[in-house]
């Protein structure tokens, strides 16, 4: 089992702020030749609400997905940024890797507003 | 609009049994595959189950494994889950999420969530 941890587990930014959020697998994340790219991805979660997909293939943005957010990474190092923090980012992050079963998820960071 | 609406959730005592439902609409069901992820109270996201198009290839998370059981019916655009030997660890939100089409898929819709609570 591929196991992710996240880092830090709670930033304190203010809107317009750029968060750096960062997810590291115990193992390589498998990645597919054809197309480019790792089975990784970050969801958004807001209080009440059903996760939301932003980044998939390590780094392509999911559909509706502002382009203030961008991931990067490959192997066993992942990062999630927000450049100029929305009112609306405020939430928890989680990211996940779906190459190999189970497909696991990392425990979380929360942006919260400083 | 593309949905997923779950349901069957609600309160079972330890060692009972309750099946989930997740009905789609507003695209082809028969053409994507399925997860459930679950979560605890204040806790995070825990994968649970993937099923592919045909029901032919299944995983599990060891927690469930051997209770729990995924299916699905193209006909009826539903996505099960039996679950089975309840335990209170198994008390959680669950969300029926879809992968999304083509390669580096990911779970691109999720449904709203149906609580369950395993409790005496």
């Known amino acids: 089992e591929i196991v992710l941890t996240q880092s830090p587990g709670t930033l304190s930014l203010s809107p317009g702020e750029r968060a750096t959020l960062s997810c590291r697998a115990s193992q390589s994340v498998r990645a597919t030749q054809s197309v480019g790219g790792s089975y990784f991805a970050w969801y958004q979660q807001k209080p009440g609400q059903a996760p939301r997909l932003l980044i998939y293939?390590?780094?392509s943005r999911a559909t509706g997905i502002p382009d203030r957010f961008s991931g990067s990474g490959s192997g066993t190092d992942f990062t999630l940024t927000i450049n100029k923090l929305e009112p609306e980012d405020f939430a928890v992050y989680y990211c996940?890797?779906?190459?190999?079963?189970?497909?696991?998820f990392g425990p979380g960071t929360t942006v919260d507003i400083k | 609009e593309v949905v997923l609406v779950e349901s069957g959730g609600g309160l079972v005592q330890p060692g009972g049994s309750l099946r989930l439902s997740c009905a789609a609409s507003g695209f082809t069901f028969s053409s994507y595959e399925f997860n459930w992820v679950r979560q605890a109270p204040g806790k995070g996201l825990e994968w649970v189950s993937f099923i592919d198009r045909s029901g032919a290839t299944i995983f599990y998370a060891d927690s469930v494994k051997g209770r729990f059981s995924i299916s699905r019916d193209n006909a009826k655009n539903s996505l099960y889950l039996q679950m089975s030997s309840l335990r209170a660890e198994d008390t959680a939100v669950y969300y029926c999420?879809?992968?999304?089409?083509?390669?580096?898929?990911?779970?691109?819709?999720w449904g709203q969530g149906t609580m369950v609570t395993v409790s005496s």
């Open positions: 999420a879809r992968d999304r089409p083509g390669p580096l898929d990911a779970f691109d819709i």
């Open positions: 293939g390590a780094s």
């Open positions: 996940q890797q779906y190459g190999s079963s189970p497909f696991t």
